[in-house]
């Protein structure tokens, strides 16, 4: 084996050599750092991944498995990018809850591989849970609609349109927006209108299993918390000897490139992050939406349902959701909700504190205020916005710049797919 392993190394050297020769000659400043670091590329071929979030940390297995010396720059303190967690201690009881809530379906094939990978599968448990939307299907064009995208096996015919085009002769139910378009209305504010039909087509062909329509749906919980990932991922990655350096943003590739002499780069920032880090960038980059979560601790659930969006129906509360997750993830000691929604980068959660949000989401919304705790996450990248116009000129998943391959493993670019932990693993 030990054999086996040098004779790659050998390999995967000469690949670098000429590989990466043009960003060597650009690089070569004749500096000692500079020669220093040639050193240690040719000893061991580094991989550089900017980003701790699922996609970081599971692109990398297969390139550390494969003898690659691995270093994932991550800006922010902690790992796990929207999937991190945090430790919560109320009414005498600690535990980790998701920054942001978390279920899965069905389908989430890649989720359950890589939990087979971590010995994890009984982590991930399934039930059927009570949901209440808001009015669903109320125009005869969205039956049509919803018929029409099941049946399609290609996603690729839609990929031009948009619900515009679908509603051309109905543009009041563009403006007032009801059923499934008020959903998309809540996730991409104005511009749902603009999102390509691929998008919608993803949606339906990613989630029901035929088991969930026979039988009904049942979502999926990681239990006790996310955590249990995220750690088995740095216990595997640490045993790789991949290193993650927290608290490190990188803002130029071609730094890590002058610096680092790296055989690959792996990238998974949203979009416009990325595009920052090269001097040229020649792709559109999408529109992204932020998200907030109030999270409320109780004693007892403040609703029935699991998912409650019957909450702020009307267009203006840009509230979408409130989602008990302790009615899902069973293992948790007090009653957990999250309120929250899609917001705009400059809504006012955005200037506000964390007690502000509480005050005024809990007063909106007519919750009793015997909540024993709270906290509150905000993001202002949550969500890119997948418009016909950005789907034209999209930035592709994999390209060379100045002679070393870039990955774009961005969740923005992974069309037809949605932003999820099940396709950000898909990314490994
Ligand atoms: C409100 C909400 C609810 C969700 N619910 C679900 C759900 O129910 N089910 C589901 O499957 N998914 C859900 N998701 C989505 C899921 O969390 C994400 O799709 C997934 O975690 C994305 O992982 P990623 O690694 O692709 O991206 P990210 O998690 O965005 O990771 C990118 C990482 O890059 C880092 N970074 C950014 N800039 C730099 C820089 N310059 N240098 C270095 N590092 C940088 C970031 O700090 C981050 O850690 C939800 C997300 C939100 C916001």
Redesign the pocket.
């Known amino acids: 084996m030990a054999n086996q392993g040098n004779k790659t190394a050998r390999v995967l050297i000469t690949k670098k050599r000429s590989g990466a020769e043009q960003s060597r000659k650009n690089a070569a400043s004749n500096s000692t750092q500079a020669k220093k670091s040639v050193s240690v590329v040719v000893k061991k071929p580094l991989v550089l991944v900017?980003?701790?979030?699922?996609?970081?940390l599971t692109a990398v297995r297969a390139w550390a498995r494969r003898g690659r010396q691995v270093i994932i720059?991550?800006?922010?303190p902690h790992i796990?990018?929207?999937?991190s967690v945090e430790k919560i201690t109320v009414a005498g009881e600690s535990f980790y809850i998701e920054r942001?809530?978390?279920?899965?379906f069905s389908k989430d094939k890649n989720l359950k591989r890589l939990l087979a990978e971590l010995n994890l599968s009984k982590s991930l448990v399934f039930r059927k849970v009570k949901n209440r939307f808001s009015r669903t299907l109320v125009h005869p064009l969205d039956f049509l609609l919803f018929a029409g995208l099941t049946a399609l096996p290609f996603w690729k015919l839609v990929k031009s349109l948009a619900l515009r085009d679908v509603y051309r002769f109905f543009p009041r139910q563009l403006t007032h927006p009801s059923g499934f378009r008020l959903m998309m209305y809540k996730k991409f504010g104005e511009a749902y209108k603009d999102v390509s039909l691929s998008w919608l087509w993803a949606r339906i062909h990613a989630r029901f299993s035929l088991k969930d329509i026979i039988f009904g749906e049942t979502l999926g919980v990681i239990e006790p918390s996310f955590k249990v990932v995220l750690d088995a991922l740095v216990k595997r990655l640490s045993s790789l000897g991949v290193k993650i350096l927290l608290k490190?943003?990188?803002?130029s590739v071609d730094k890590l490139i002058e610096s680092h002499f790296p055989e690959r780069i792996i990238i998974?920032?949203?979009l416009h992050?990325a595009k920052s880090m090269f001097r040229e960038f020649k792709w559109q980059t999408p529109e992204y939406r932020g998200?907030f979560?109030v999270v409320l601790f109780t004693q007892r659930p403040i609703s029935e349902y699991y998912w409650d969006q019957s909450i702020g129906g009307g267009k203006e509360n840009s509230y979408l959701v409130i989602v008990n997750q302790s009615l899902l993830n069973r293992s948790l000691p007090v009653h957990v909700a999250y309120i929250?929604g899609y917001v705009s980068s400059d809504h006012w959660v955005f200037r506000s504190s964390d007690k502000q949000v509480v005050d005024r989401v809990v007063s909106e919304l007519g919750i009793e205020d015997d909540f024993i705790g709270y906290r509150v996450f905000k993001?202002r990248?949550?969500?890119h916005i997948p418009t016909v116009s950005y789907l034209s000129n999209m930035p592709p998943r994999n390209f060379v710049y100045r002679g070393v391959p870039v990955d774009l493993l961005?969740?923005g670019n992974l069309v037809p797919w949605d932003?999820?932990?099940?396709?950000?693993i898909i990314?490994s």
């Open positions: 900017v980003g701790a979030g699922i996609a970081g720059f991550e800006a922010s796990g990018g929207l999937a942001f809530y978390h279920h899965f490190t943003p990188v803002s998974t920032t949203p992050v998200a979560n929250g993001t990248f949550a969500q961005s969740f932003r999820g932990v099940n396709y950000s990314l």
